[in-house]
Antibody, heavy 122, light 107 residues
């Protein structure tokens, strides 16, 4: 079964740090771009960051550049998001998502995890 | 950045109705447009990719169309399981962006 399972969310004070993890199974993890997408309470979806299969290319939404770092360990089938200098506006459910960018039939975010909640508050 | 604008924001409909949701992009997407369904407390689920391709396992009452900057998601006959929020998303260029969502409610 194809599955993504996030962990690492929780309550953190403004200015603090948190590291999210995503464990992948059921597909060849190293063959796909992987991404993080977040959703603030009661709001819509916002793409956060993405990483290429071999980690050689990373992209971020402007609001997290310089604060968040996406990484992956293909040997462990795991995706990570290191979040530093957290702000109240980073409060959201963070989803790990598989990004299918394969040629003419790219399918965007075809597999999603269940999400992990990050709350930034004093 | 490509801005995505969905309409309407909320839609009230009855079981059996034909429902259409529109998504407009600020630039041409070259068909790289996806649609997702999200139910409360759940992760989004891919319905349509590349404007009109139906994801495996998705009922055929869902269809997508459009080109350039204007796209539509159509549900041919609304079923009880379809009451949810729907999002469009462009993947033509980074940053990847979503529409603000359309909530389909029971009339």
């Amino acid at each position: 079964e194809v599955q993504l399972v996030e962990s690492g969310g929780g309550l953190v004070q403004p200015g603090g740090s948190l590291r999210l993890s995503c464990a992948a199974s059921g597909f060849t993890f190293s063959s796909y771009w992987m991404s993080w997408v977040r959703q603030a309470p009661g709001k819509g979806l916002e793409w956060v960051a993405i990483i290429k299969q071999d980690g050689s290319e990373k992209k971020y939404v402007d609001s997290v550049k310089g604060r968040f770092t996406i990484s992956r360990d293909n040997a462990e089938n795991s995706l990570y998001l290191q979040m530093n200098s957290l702000r109240a506006e980073d409060t959201a459910v963070y989803y790990c998502a598989k990004y299918d960018a394969s040629g003419d039939w790219a399918r965007a975010f075809d597999i999603w995890g269940q999400g992990t909640m990050v709350t930034v508050s004093s | 950045d490509i801005q995505m604008t969905q309409s309407p924001s909320t839609l009230a409909a009855s079981v059996g109705d034909r429902v259409t949701i529109t998504c407009r992009a600020s630039q041409s997407l070259n068909s790289w447009l996806a649609w997702y369904q999200q139910k409360p407390g759940k992760a989004p689920n891919l319905l349509i990719y590349k404007t009109s391709s139906l994801e495996s396992g998705v009922p055929s009452r869902f269809s997508g169309s459009g080109s350039g900057t204007e796209f539509t998601l159509t549900i041919s006959s609304l079923q009880p399981d379809d009451f949810a929020t729907y999002y469009c998303q462009q993947y033509n260029s980074f940053p990847l962006t979503f529409g603000q969502g359309t909530k389909v409610e029971i009339k």
